[in-house]
């Protein structure tokens, strides 16, 4: 199985009328001729500095590796459900479950805080413009008024104690007002 390592471009050519970029890895090997050296049958995974998988395809001309690495994994030992979201880390030799670090978790948490606020966000936008033009119905105010309620509450959300999956797991997100 071939590893290309941290390939870099190394020049720039017009051809055709359009710029090619030419990568090579660590080890000098030049990207295009190198790609004749993967086996078809195999997955070919594209992973960053800290091994997290970015992009991955069984046909190895259709990926774009800069400033990354590239391995090829035996298809029977791609594990179920593997995907390019960021949960997957090539270690090297195998595919394995990403782990997180404590900030990363932390992060992750306040991604989804501001999830939550994006989706707030939008489903109030219509009704405090209606608000402020005083041309809101009380139904809908009656609306609005949950939902500033809600997100009152994601906010008092504590995530500080946030370390680990489990942690994460456990946060209590108030329910969306109906």
Known sequence: MITLKKL???NAEMIAGKSV???KDNAG???YESQ?????ETLKVV???AGIIVSMNYDVSTLWPVDNSVAEVAADDVPEGIDISGNWMYDGKNIVPRTYTAEEWQARAEAQRQSLFTAANAATADWRTELQLDAIS???KASLIKWMAYIKAVKAVDISAVKDEVGYNAIAWPSQPD
Not at 36 to 40: E, G, I, P, Q, R
């Open 8 to 10: 870099q471009v190394y």
């Open 21 to 23: 970029l030419f990568l």
């Open 29 to 31: 090997r030049d990207w």
């Open 36 to 40: 004749k050296l993967f086996a078809d």
């Open 47 to 49: 992973f960053n500095s």
């Open 138 to 140: 009380d139904e809908d």
